[in-house]
């Protein structure tokens, strides 16, 4: 096993248009999370699923955002009608829940860039 | 909600030398885990030590260590004999029994050769 994977890792996009990311999680992990990453500041959180069932989601999260993870295993994140607060790098981790020290691994991120 | 805080926005240290990164955090928890998280350029985050509120001893991974102080809020992570490669943006994170970190703003390592 090789890590949590994300792809794509960059995407371009125009206003307006419709952008799905997926995520693979470790394949065991069964709690996935979304952070969104704008530049020079920290991650935050989005939303968070624990196998299928999605549990929370950030204020952050609008309407136009949808995240899903048919069956527990990888998770995809949509956002539609894209606006130009979109631009963030998009990360993914995965965790097992019964983990002692409650690690989140993460994923090499989306980098979304819109014009 | 849970804040953590990162003061200082870029630190710079020459290779083998020590720096240290502050962090302090807001919770009315009394249980939680709190880490420092290492995102070289382009690359993903990877965890570099984490710390059991519970736990009065300072955690330690190899040239990494912590001075975690429960009482004043505070966590600062020491890098020693700093390295080429500790170059990255670090982050200071809280967790505690409910499902996400939150990340402090990061502070940026430059290692001067």
């Known amino acids: ?115 | 909600a849970q804040t953590v805080t990162q003061s200082q926005p870029e630190m710079s240290v020459q290779e083998a030398e020590t720096v240290t990164l502050s962090c302090t955090y807001d919770t009315s928890e009394s249980d939680y885990y709190l880490f420092w998280y290492k995102q070289p350029p382009s690359r993903q985050m990877i965890l570099v030590i984490r710390q059991e509120a519970y736990k009065q001893q300072n955690a330690t991974e190899n040239r990494f260590s912590v001075n975690f102080q429960k009482a004043a809020k505070s966590f600062s992570l020491k890098i020693s004999d700093s390295q080429l490669g500790d170059a990255a943006m670090y982050f200071c994170a809280y967790w505690n029994d409910d499902y996400k970190l939150s990340f402090g703003a990061g502070t940026t390592v430059t290692v001067r050769a």
């Not at chain 1, 949509?78 to 995965?94: F, K, N, V, W």
């Open chain 1, 1 to 115: 096993d090789t890590g949590v994977s994300q792809d794509p890792r960059h995407k371009i996009t125009k206003r307006g248009q419709n952008v799905t990311f997926r995520c693979d999680p470790i394949s065991e992990h069964n709690r996935l999370y979304w952070y969104r990453q704008t530049l020079g500041q920290g991650p935050e959180f989005l939303t968070y699923f624990q196998n299928e069932a999605q549990l929370e989601k950030s204020r952050l999260l609008s309407d136009r955002f949808s995240a899903e993870r048919p069956k527990g295993s990888f998770s995809t994140l949509e956002i539609q009608r894209t606006e130009q607060g979109d631009s963030a790098m998009y990360l993914c981790a995965s965790s097992f829940r019964l983990a002692e020290h409650y690690e989140q691994f993460f994923g090499p991120g989306t980098r979304l860039t819109v014009l």
